[in-house]
């Protein structure tokens, strides 16, 4: 059975970086495609980035394409998501999330379709 535990969130200025990290157990991240999602307060959890299962090919919503990046350790079996240029609209609750298939380029950016969960990270961008 696969776990997800998230960490690094935390409280950066407008402009600053983070970096949230997922680590999982029960399978290797190679063998799961895993994505990032966020939900900020009052609003539904978005799509923010995934990582296919195999070859580890990349998506990103529009909103974070070229200051976002996904990534995974083998030897460490965590996914991380480097942020820069934080916005003042990035503050949100940010959840790992796995699925232990390979999904099409729909399935991977639909958060239905994740069937495992970490419990989540919250990221507060100051302006």
């Known amino acids: 059975q696969v776990q997800l535990v998230e960490s690094g969130g935390g409280l950066v200025q407008a402009g600053g970086s983070l970096r949230l990290s997922c680590a999982a157990s029960g399978r290797t991240v190679s063998s799961l495609t895993m994505g990032w999602f966020r939900q900020a307060p009052g609003k539904e959890r978005e799509f923010v980035a995934a990582?296919?299962?195999?070859?580890?090919?990349?998506y990103y919503a529009d909103s974070v394409k070229g200051r976002f990046t996904i990534f995974r350790d083998i030897i460490k079996n965590t996914v991380f998501l480097e942020m820069n240029s934080l916005k003042p609209e990035d503050t949100a609750v940010y959840y790992c999330?796995?699925?232990?298939?390979?999904?099409?380029?729909?399935?991977?950016?639909?958060?239905?379709?994740?069937?495992?969960w970490g419990q989540g990270t919250q990221v507060t961008v100051s302006s």
């Open positions: 990582i296919a299962w195999g070859r580890g090919v990349t």
């Open positions: 999330a796995a699925r232990a298939s390979s999904g099409s380029y729909y399935q991977n950016q639909d958060q239905e379709w994740y069937d495992t």
